[in-house]
C-alpha cells in the first residue's frame, strides 16, 4: 500500500487529501492534517474524490456519435484528427468566428488546462469566447469597468472589526479570498476567534444560512430588493457623517451626486420595500461605518438578481465612501506564492469601460474579460449569419444546464455542425456532442496551487504528483488543446514560450513548471513541502505610495449607474401578481454545480426548499411533489421542509434534472433543473447579458400524490475537521 500526499480540485478550497492506494485501487481518502490551510477538513463530495474517478458511468475513452445517436468508443489520434479537420473546414468557409470555446468551472481546478485553452484559442484567431465567469459574479467585472479599482487591495478580514457579507454562504460554498476575504479554512474557528477579538459581522441573505446563523446582525431583505437595501445604507451613512471625508476627497469624483442620488432611499422607504425594520438599518449603517476597518463584499446572491450590476455597484460604494481599502504601508491581502510579485499601489485604476471599445458582437456586446456573454452564446448559435457559431467546445462546463431556458439550449447546441465537450461524464450537454474528449480527473494528474492563490491570503503554494495512473483511452485538458493546436498546424503562444506545429509538447511536470517560473518561491523549493506550505519567511509586500502625477478618482454614479438606479427605485412598488413567491439559489456541500449526483453516495435530485409555515397553509407534506410556475415555465419538485427559509422565499440549488424528451421527467430521481423557469432574454442585465437567477416569483401548487425518496443525509455543520 502506497499513501500518497496531495489535494482535491473539486472546489477552490483545494483540502489536503492523504490517499492510500493498493495497486491502482484508491483504499482510503481522508484529511490532511498536516496541511496548514485545511488542517484536516473535508466535504462530503471532497471525500469522495476517489469515488468520481472509479465511477462505472465515468468515460474512459473518447466517444464519437454515430449518425443513428449511439456512441462509439474511439482512440486520441483518431478524435484528434477528425476534430482538427473538421475545425480546419469550418474555419475555411466561415471564419474563425464561427468557432466559439465554452470555460466552465472543472476548467479552473487544473492548473494547466486554462491557459492552453486560451491559447489554442487564440490561436485559432475567434473572438467567440465564453466562461461561467459571465453567469456567475459578472457583476464585479462591470463594476470595475464602470467604478474604476484600487490598486493597492482590499483590506483584510484578519485586522478588520467588522465584515459585511451580502448573499454568500462561505461556511457552505468556501468563497475566500479575493472574492469574499472571509477565512474559509477552518472558517468556523477562524470566524469564532474574529468575533473574539472584536470583529462584527453582518450578513445579508433572506435565508438563516450557516454564515448567518453566526453573525451580530442578520438583515433578511425579500429577495431581490438589495440595491435599495445598499442606496439606504448608504444614505444612512452620508446622513450620520460616517464617511470617510477625506478618501473621498482625494479618490473620488462625484461622491456628492451619489449622495443626492440615494436620498430618497430614506428609512422608511427602505423598510417598506426590502421588508427590513428601520431600527435594523440604522444599526446596520452605524456598526459599518463607525468600524475603523473592514468591508462589505457580494455573493451570488445579489450578484444574480435583479439589478444586479447596479447592486454590485452599491455594495462597492459602501467601502468607497467609508475608506475602506489597503493604504501605502498596509500589506497587501493577496501574498502569492507561485505567482508573480505584484506592486500594489495606494491608487485609484480608472474605469476602462473595455466593452465599449474593440470588438463588438454581431449581437451588439462588447467583450467583459476578453470575453463575450454566455447568455448571448445560444443567440450566437441560432441566429443566421455569416458570423454564428457553427462549432463549439465545451471544456469542463454543463452551459446546457447551466444556462437559462435549458430547453432552447440545448435546441441550439443540437444546431452546430461540431459540439465537443470535454468532460469525463455524460451529462446534459457532453450527450449533445459529436465527440466527447475524456478526460484525466484530478489525482490521475500533477498539478500546483498557483491558479487557487486568488482564493487565500496567506503565501501558501503545494505541489502534487498523480496519485492514481490515468486509464489509456483518456487524456488531460490540456494536452488535448495542445495537439489540437498543432493538428491544425497553429502555433500555440503560453506567456513568452511558443509551441511550434512540429514541436515536440511539454511534459505536465514542464509545463506546471513554465507558469511557475516568475514565483515569489522556486517550484523545487515548494516540492519538499509534500503537504504544501505557507511561505511566511517571505516579506509581507507592501502597499507602495501613488505614482506621481496620478490623478484617477472612482466614478460613482455614472450616467449608466445613475439611469439604472432610477430605474430601481422606481420600479420598487411593482407587484408580482399572482406569484406570491420567490424563488432563489442555493449551494449544498453535496453538489459542486452538476458534479455530485453522478454517486449513489450523495444526493441524485435537489428538492424545492420552501418554510414550514407556507408548507402547512397550502397542505404541502415532506416529500410532496409540487409545481414551481414562473412567468417563462411550469416544473415539478419535491417539497422539503427547510425552517432557516423565510415564509414567501423557497430555494433551490442548480445543476440537477435532466431535460424532457431525453429522459423521463422524475425530481425524485434526477431533480429538477431551476433553469427551465429563468428566461434568457427577459429581465437581463445591459452589458454582459446576466440573467436573473435568483428572486424569480414564482407561485407554488400541491400536486396529488405523496412521493417518498430515500436520501442521502449529511451533516453539513462542518463544526470539526470532518474525515
Ligand atoms: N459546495 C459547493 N460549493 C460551491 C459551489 C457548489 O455548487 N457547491 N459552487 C461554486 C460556485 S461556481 C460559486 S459561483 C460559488 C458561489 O458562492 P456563494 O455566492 O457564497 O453562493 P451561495 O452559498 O449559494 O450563497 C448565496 C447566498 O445568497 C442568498 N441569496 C439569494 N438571493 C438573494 C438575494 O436576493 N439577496 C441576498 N442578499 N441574498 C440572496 C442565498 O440565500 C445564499 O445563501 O460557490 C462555489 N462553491
Ligand atoms: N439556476 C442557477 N443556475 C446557475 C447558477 C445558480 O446559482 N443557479 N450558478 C451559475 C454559476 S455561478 C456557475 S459557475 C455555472 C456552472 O456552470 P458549469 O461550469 O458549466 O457547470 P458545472 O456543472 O460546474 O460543469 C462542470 C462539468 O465538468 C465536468 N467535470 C468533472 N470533473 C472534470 C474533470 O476532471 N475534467 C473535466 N474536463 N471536466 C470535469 C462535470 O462532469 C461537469 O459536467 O452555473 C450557473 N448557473
Ligand atoms: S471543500 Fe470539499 S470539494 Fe472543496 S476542496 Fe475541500 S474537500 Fe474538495
Ligand atoms: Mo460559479
Request: aromatic share 6%; charged share 20%; glycine share 8%.
Amino acid at each position: 500500500m502506497t499513501t500518497h500526499i496531495t489535494f482535491c480540485r473539486i472546489c477552490a478550497a483545494i483540502c489536503g487529501l492523504v490517499i492510500d492506494v493498493e495497486g491502482d485501487t484508491v483504499v482510503r481518502v481522508r484529511g490532511d492534517r498536516e496541511h496548514p490551510l485545511s488542517q484536516g477538513y473535508t466535504c462530503p463530495k471532497g471525500r469522495r474524490i476517489a469515488e468520481f474517478h472509479a465511477a462505472p458511468s465515468r468515460l474512459r475513452a473518447h466517444q464519437r456519435r454515430l449518425p443513428d445517436g449511439r456512441s462509439e468508443s474511439i482512440e486520441t489520434n483518431v478524435a484528434l484528427q477528425e476534430i482538427g479537420s473538421k475545425l480546419d473546414s469550418i474555419v475555411a468557409a466561415n471564419g474563425a468566428d464561427s468557432v466559439a470555446l465554452f470555460i466552465g468551472t472543472q476548467t479552473y481546478g487544473s492548473t494547466l488546462t486554462y491557459g492552453f485553452a486560451q491559447a489554442w484559442f487564440r490561436a485559432v484567431g475567434s473572438r467567440k469566447l465564453f466562461s461561467t465567469t459571465t453567469i456567475d459574479q459578472s457583476a464585479k467585472s462591470i463594476v470595475a469597468g464602470r467604478m474604476g479599482s484600487w490598486m493597492g487591495g482590499a483590506q483584510r478580514f484578519e485586522d478588520s472589526d467588522v465584515w459585511m457579507l451580502a448573499g454568500s454562504n462561505p461556511l457552505v460554498s468556501m468563497q475566500g479570498g479575493s472574492l469574499t476575504g472571509f477565512p474559509v479554512f477552518n472558517g468556523y474557528q477562524r470566524l469564532r476567534n474574529a468575533r473574539e477579538r472584536g470583529l462584527r459581522l453582518i450578513v445579508i441573505d433572506p435565508r438563516r444560512t450557516e454564515t448567518a446563523a453566526r453573525s451580530d446582525i442578520h438583515l433578511r431583505p425579500h429577495p431581490g430588493s438589495d440595491a435599495i437595501l445598499y442606496a439606504g445604507l448608504i444614505h444612512l451613512l452620508f446622513k450620520e457623517g460616517l464617511v470617510d471625508q477625506e478618501f473621498c476627497r482625494m479618490h473620488t469624483e462625484d461622491a456628492s451626486l451619489l449622495e443626492t442620488a440615494v436620498s430618497a432611499a430614506i428609512p422608511s422607504f427602505v423598510a417598506t420595500h426590502t421588508g427590513v425594520p428601520e431600527d435594523q438599518l440604522v444599526l446596520t449603517a452605524r456598526t459599518f461605518g463607525r468600524a475603523r476597518k473592514g468591508m462589505a463584499r457580494g455573493g451570488t446572491g445579489p450578484d444574480m438578481g435583479p439589478y444586479s450590476n447596479l447592486t454590485e455597484h452599491l455594495i462597492t460604494c459602501l467601502n468607497v465612501i467609508c475608506g475602506r481599502y489597503a493604504r501605502e504601508g498596509d500589506v497587501y491581502t493577496d501574498a502569492g506564492a507561485l505567482k508573480g510579485m505584484e506592486f500594489p499601489r495606494a491608487q485609484v485604476a480608472p474605469p476602462t469601460r473595455s466593452w465599449e471599445r474593440g470588438y463588438q458582437s454581431r449581437l451588439g456586446y462588447g467583450l467583459v474579460g476578453g470575453q463575450l456573454p454566455s447568455n448571448t452564446l445560444v443567440e450566437e448559435i441560432l441566429r443566421p449569419g455569416p458570423n454564428s457559431v457553427r462549432a463549439l467546445i465545451v471544456s469542463g462546463g454543463n452551459p446546457v444546464s447551466a444556462l437559462p431556458d435549458p430547453l432552447k439550449t440545448a435546441e441550439a447546441f443540437s444546431k452546430l455542425e461540431l459540439l465537443i465537450a470535454i468532460d469525463p461524464f455524460l451529462t446534459e450537454t457532453s450527450r449533445l456532442a459529436h465527440y466527447v474528449i475524456a478526460p484525466a480527473m484530478p489525482l490521475e494528474r500533477a498539478d500546483h496551487t498557483r491558479p487557487y492563490e486568488r482564493y487565500y491570503s496567506e503565501p501558501f503554494a503545494q505541489y502534487t504528483e498523480p496519485v492514481l495512473p490515468r486509464p489509456p483511452g483518456v487524456i488531460e485538458d490540456w494536452e488535448f488543446f495542445a495537439r489540437l493546436a498543432q493538428q491544425m498546424r497553429r502555433r500555440l503562444q503560453m506567456g513568452s514560450r511558443t509551441i511550434e506545429p512540429d514541436d515536440q509538447l511539454p511534459t505536465s511536470e514542464e509545463a506546471l513548471e513554465w507558469l511557475a517560473t516568475k514565483g515569489r518561491i522556486p517550484l523545487t523549493e515548494v516540492r519538499k513541502h509534500p503537504h504544501g506550505r505557507i511561505f511566511d519567511s517571505l516579506p509581507p509586500i507592501l502597499v507602495q505610495p501613488p505614482e506621481e502625477g496620478v490623478s484617477a478618482r472612482f466614478c460613482l454614479l455614472p450616467s449608466d449607474v445613475a439611469a439604472e438606479l432610477d430605474s430601481c427605485l422606481a420600479m420598487a412598488k411593482t407587484d408580482d401578481g399572482n406569484q406570491a413567491f420567490r424563488l432563489i439559489v442555493r449551494r449544498a456541500k453535496t453538489s459542486m454545480n452538476s458534479l455530485g449526483r453522478q454517486l449513489p453516495t450523495l444526493p441524485s435530485h435537489n428538492p424545492c426548499f420552501l418554510n414550514p409555515q407556507d408548507m402547512a397553509a397550502m397542505g404541502i407534506a415532506q416529500g410532496d411533489r409540487i409545481e414551481v410556475a414562473s412567468s417563462h415555465a411550469t416544473v415539478t419538485a419535491l417539497a422539503e421542509r427547510d425552517d432557516t427559509l423565510p415564509p414567501g422565499v423557497v430555494s433551490m440549488s442548480h445543476g440537477f434534472g435532466y431535460l424532457p424528451g431525453h429522459e423521463v421527467e422524475d425530481p425524485a430521481r434526477f431533480g429538477t433543473n431551476p433553469n427551465m423557469l429563468v428566461p434568457r432574454d427577459e429581465n437581463i442585465q445591459p452589458i454582459n447579458a446576466m440573467p436573473q437567477y435568483s428572486a424569480i416569483p414564482v407561485s407554488i401548487k400541491s400536486l396529488e400524490g405523496r412521493v417518498t425518496t430515500e436520501r442521502v443525509r449529511f451533516d453539513d455543520s462542518g463544526k470539526t475537521p470532518q474525515d
